[in-house]
Structure formats: C-alpha cells, structure tokens
C-alpha cells in the first residue's frame, strides 16, 4: 500500500502569527511524519512578525502589501498567483485580517479553511468575546471552517467549547480560547489531511473513528 502524500498548505497571516506557530510546532519541517507540508507563509502586512516564525523555522515566506494594488480583486490575484506558484493544495487562513473576493473563495473551494474566535454560527464578526460576554452564554469556543462568500459561514469542520466562567472579561475569555483555537486548527487540519473530512450537501462529514464522541471538546484545565 502506498504511503499517502503529505497535504502541501500555504498559510495566510496579517499579524503575530500564533496559530501559525501552533501549526509550524505541528507540522513543521522539522517534524517528523507530519501529514502536512507547509509551503509558503503569506502575509499582506510586510511587518508581520509571523514572517519572521516562518523564517526561523526555514519554510518560505512571503509578503504582498494590499496596499500596492488598486482593489480588492487585482491584490487577490497576486495572492492566488503565488499561492499556486508554491505548490499547495490548500489555503489556511490563520489571522488573515483582510475579506476575500468571492472568486478568489470560488477558486479555493472546499480547499480553503478558517478558524474563528468562537461557536459559529452564533458570534460572526468581530469583538466576539465581548459579544459572548454580553448575551450571557454559558459557552464559548472557536470553530475551523470551509470558507464561503458570507463571512464567517461554511461547513464546519470542528470546534473547540469551554465554559465561561462568571469573573471573566474579554481579555481572559480571549486567552483560553486562544488555547484553545492552538489545540483544535492543527486537529482539523490533520483530519483534512489524512482524508478524513468531506463535504456534503454543504455539510462537513467527519469521519467517525476520528472523533469519538463527537467533533466537541472541552479542553483540559479551562
């Protein structure tokens, strides 16, 4: 039997990279028997410090400021040019603060994942901690998921649920999920990768030998 190809994936990051870092310690090329190969880290702020993760851990990296270009659609171009460019067979969006074109989505479909800062599809947007706080809810999370034109909609592959605790504000409800979000993308991502994820009837099915007991977690200690 044939040894499955590793899964080549580009990572797109506006900021400080922590998912990326949580992926790189994962699937890294140091890594050994990692299903993953990560291809190229993008950026559209050339001062990112997730740049500078990638480097360190020698995987090519890449910034194309948006500001260089006229709209939306030339800058999306760029990126699809050298995402293909690199080799990679997904796009992993980790902290990648700018909406793309729905042609650019359509190009990537279901080959194309985000992770959110909480249980989708309740809390869409931005400030979601904050907005949990607020409506009182008795848990919160993250969600990995394919990426539609809506924002934040797609079949959802996994996520991660903690309960909110009654002395916690935005900044610590933020940092627990942020654990979180480190344990529950480079799961999903497995699972995509060893082929145990498909979409139907835009719905994510995973398969069940996968999760026992569910694509729900609570994570240890919160």
Known sequence: MMARSKLKIAILISGRGSNLQSLIDHFGPVITGSPIEIVLVLSNRPDAFGLE????????????????????????????????????????LAGFLRLLTDGFIAGWRDKLVNIHPALLPSFKGLH????ALEAGVRFH?????????????????????????????????????????????????RLIAEGKVRVENERAIVDDAAFAGGVLFNPMGS
């Open 53 to 92: 993760r990638a480097k360190k851990a020698g995987i090519p990296s890449l910034a194309i400021d948006h500001k260089a270009y006229p709209d939306r659609a030339a800058f999306d171009a760029a990126m699809d040019q050298a995402i293909r460019a690199s080799g990679a067979e997904m796009v992993v």
């Open 128 to 131: 979601t901690h904050a907005r």
């Open 141 to 189: 999370g993250c969600t990995v998921h394919y990426v539609r034109p809506e924002m934040d909609t797609g079949p959802i592959i996994a996520q991660a649920a903690l309960p909110v605790r009654p002395d916690d504000t935005e900044e610590s409800l933020g940092r627990r999920v942020l654990e979180a979000e480190h344990r529950l993308f480079p799961l999903a991502l």
